[in-house]
């Protein structure tokens, strides 16, 4: 449900970068979304194209860049990627976990048209 | 001609801003804030009562109250329970966001009072993205919700400094395997501070008040 005010977030800022870029229009966004960020690319994109509709974002692409979460286990240091729920280390059964990746949730660049 | 212009911008840098401003204006004002999540139900406006009844002695105390609906029924409960509250129609929206919360503090007395208890809406998922500024944040979870929530709704246990489990006089009359739960949420996180407790029987209150005013203490030194 909070995608709405996200995508007036990513509008924000890639209005922003494209006024100061004097871009004519965007073309594409690229971001970066954790596995672990409770985003649905899908209803962002519907949102986008709603509020995207009258700026210089019209028609851009949304590409999302998904990264795997991954754990590192601080009593082994074993390194794994989570594929579904958080789970214990998979090696000693440790719970005592560093997530190194996988909360990432930036907009990286845009494409424009100058 | 096109070309790709480097952004490297946290999406969610404008609400973190703004959280960090609403941070220095309760440190200005020597308030310690406190962001309270759970899920519609779980017990967040009787928690929140049972701890202005223990702690009302000690601190002076306000509550924001952020509700999804244009109903004060929890705002009037705490008004009745003699503290200032403000409450936050967010019009539909599942979080309260810093810019709800700074458009509170505006209204909130807050040289009159030294713990601000902020209700969020009632939801396990949206307001776990959101930062307020607050000092610290609280989830309370409760028995008839089931055991599984810290493996549905990680995010919101993650990054949290206390967990309250209430409605604990429940427990003999539902499978709620207390060994499954805990192992979830220790994944999530290893250092919360764990409080079972039961605002129907005051079971576990006091312990959770405890910790309350000692972390309260810290934050007000």
Redesign the interface.
Known sequence: ??EL??AE??L???LE??E??E?RRV?RLN?VIGQ???IVDDTIQFYWDIISKDTLCAGAILNFERIPATLVCLDCAHAYTLSR????CPQCDS???KVTAGEE?????????? | ???????????????DSLAAQNRAKLDAAQVVGMNIMASPGAGKTSTILRTIEALTADYKLGVVEGDTANVTIDADKVIAAGMPAVQINTGG???L?AVMLSGALAQMPLAEIELLIVENVG?L??P???ALGTHFNVVIASVPEGDDKP?KY??IYRGIDALILNKMDLLPYIDFDMAYFR??I???N?EVAFFPISCKTGEGVAEWVAWLKERAAVYRQ
């Open positions: 449900m909070h005010p996200i977030n990513i924000g800022i890639a970068y494209a100061q870029a871009a073309t971001l672990l960020s409770s729920e958080l789970t214990a719970i005592r976990l949730f930036r907009l990286e660049s845009i494409e424009v048209e100058t | 001609m096109s070309k790709i212009v480097p952004v490297v911008q946290e999406i969610m840098s404008a609400n929206n599942c979080h966001d939801n998922i949206c776990a993205s959101f493996y990680p995010n192992r979830g220790e994944i999530l290893p």
